[in-house]
């Protein structure tokens, strides 16, 4: 209701005597709540159904790849001294390798179990 | 929590087939929805076909559910679609499905709506949809005053809520029953679902 449609005191009354109308006249006949065998055969279609099945996340690697590469540029390109933070992109690097599809196959794995298969 | 975000919790529940969240779909809307087939199909029995389809059909036709829209809604577009279905099937009476225009549903505010129009099958549905879309609360208030004739104390004790409070949701529920009715486009719901 817009504000310049916004009933004003005369026109309230008229206002809920139709919602009165309207709302007993929608209601009038007496709801029929479901059965449980209703019930229970959406709940077994809901459950049974076989939904596409969720595909292995591989852009989580590529993502993955990509960002070890920079890392391991920026590690290299750095003057000799700077050894340890060689060593630190060389860690990451393995780190990142063995645990992203780890991670990956985990998601995987809960959104199946969520999802009934 | 907004019903459209309490729809939106439930449906991304429904989506991964978990069965207490259908089970709870089909308690807050299997009732509404039944009302609403019925007045699309004008029989008991019917409406309790169309009621059951249309939530088989929410099923496989969960994915497209937009989380922005009430649940309730988007069940009445699929109810509609099978009452008309229920009707062919049936081979009953269509009844012409003249649209209800926004501009008619101004008129709730200035003048006492014909007979004609309250009665009619479209009006009740629209009434059923606009209703259920909207927060619990606001839904009982609206009934308690309007359908049962409680007085406002009475709709607060109900509510757990004060006299003021209470006479805002009245207020706010009204005007979204309204906005619901006139905005959302009774023109768009009811030519959308052909005839029954």
Known sequence: MSESARPDHGSEEVLEENLARILKSALAVEARRMGEDQIGQVVW???TRIRPAVEFPFWVLAASAACL???LALGWSLPGEASLLRWFAATALAANLGLSPVAALVVVRNRRLCDGR | MSPVSADSDLAERMLRGDAEAWRELCERYG?????????????????????????????????????KA???????????????????????????????SAEMWQRIEREALPDELVERAETRSAVVEALWSLPKDYREALVAR???????????????????????????????????????????????????
Request: aromatic residues 6%; proline residues 2%; contains cysteine.
């Open chain 1, 45 to 47: 279609k809901a459950t």
């Open chain 2, 146 to 196: 309007h359908v049962s004739g409680e007085s406002v104390p009475e709709i607060a004790a109900r509510l757990g809520r004060s006299y003021k409070a209470t006479e805002s949701v009245l207020s706010r529920a009204r005007e979204a029953l309204c906005r619901s009715l006139m905005k959302e486009g009774c023109d768009e719901r009811i030519s959308a679902s052909g005839s029954r």
């Open chain 2, 31 to 67: 009732e509404a929805l039944f009302l609403y087939a019925y007045h699309r199909t004008g029989d008991a029995s019917a409406a309790e076909d169309v009621r059951q389809e249309t939530l088989l059909a929410a099923v496989e036709g969960i994915e497209g559910y937009r989380r």
């Open chain 2, 70 to 100: 009430p649940l309730f809604g988007w069940l009445c577009g699929i109810a509609r679609r099978k009452a008309a279905d229920e009707g062919r099937r049936r081979e009953r009476r269509h009844l012409s499905l003249d649209t209800i």
């Open chain 1, 69 to 71: 590469v920079g890392l």
